[in-house]
């Protein structure tokens, strides 16, 4: 677990594939074909966070992660694929990733996982947790001084400037082949999506009482003492 802080910065082919089954007597592809409809089925919460699974589930799970967070990288690893594959796949567990702002290098990389079509956030929220290491290890090496710019300017300069010196835009390139980098500045200027991400930290600090990360709640009950996936999978009903 992190320590507690506050922000810095203010499916047709697989319908189909689904009836054929059913014509021609294959047993259980349909049911394979729906499991998977649920394991990609991908949409935005009113508040903004991403929810993986069927929204109707009887068992929510909300994850408050923040991408400079180390535990938060070891819970997408631990969890998968037996959360995806599991207990999502069968419909009864979704499963919302919301922002929790630590940093401004932690704002840049969330509107970056956010930054293309909702329906491919998790594979560069994935990707971006799994190199991890790589770019934070590029802004340790950066000190005060080489961090010093990210410091002037308006907040959009900033964000640009982080992404740029962290090699962030050929980070997102690798789960998002065709961005460009006119396409991924307009992401990190983004107004909306930037008071999106802090107004979900917000949330998560002032009415869930969130103190790290990653911290999760489960139909709305704030989980005390579960940070990784030994801890919550157990607290979840049968697949």
Not at 15 to 25: E, P, Q
Request: hydrophobic share 40%.
């Amino acid at each position: 677990m992190t320590a507690p802080s506050r922000p810095l910065l203010a499916l047709s082919a697989i319908a189909l594939a689904a009836a054929s089954a059913l014509f021609t007597g294959e047993p259980g592809t349909a049911q394979t074909a729906a499991a998977t409809a649920w394991a990609d089925k991908v949409s935005q919460s009113q508040v903004g966070g991403h929810v993986r699974g069927n929204v109707a589930a009887p068992q929510k799970i909300v994850e408050y992660m923040s991408y400079t967070c180390p535990h938060c990288a070891a819970f997408e690893q631990e969890s998968n694929p037996a959360l995806a594959t599991g207990f999502i796949a069968n419909g009864k567990t979704s499963i919302e990733v919301r922002n929790f702002i630590r940093d401004p290098v932690d704002l840049t990389v969330a509107l970056l996982a956010r930054c293309g079509e909702p329906r491919s956030f998790f594979r560069r929220h994935k990707g971006l947790l799994a190199s991890q290491k790589t770019w934070l290890g590029k802004a340790g090496s950066l000190g005060r001084e080489g961090q010093a710019a990210w410091y002037q300017g308006d907040t959009s300069t900033r964000l640009q400037r982080i992404a740029s010196d962290l090699g962030l835009y050929d980070e997102l390139r690798r789960h998002a082949p065709l961005a460009t980098d006119a396409q991924i500045n307009a992401c990190l200027i983004n107004k909306a999506e930037q008071n999106k991400v802090l107004a979900m930290t917000k949330f998560a600090t002032e009415t869930v009482k969130v103190q790290g990360t990653p911290s999760f709640t489960l139909n709305g009950k704030l989980l005390a003492d579960v940070y990784d996936w030994k801890s919550l999978e157990p607290l979840l009903a049968s697949r």
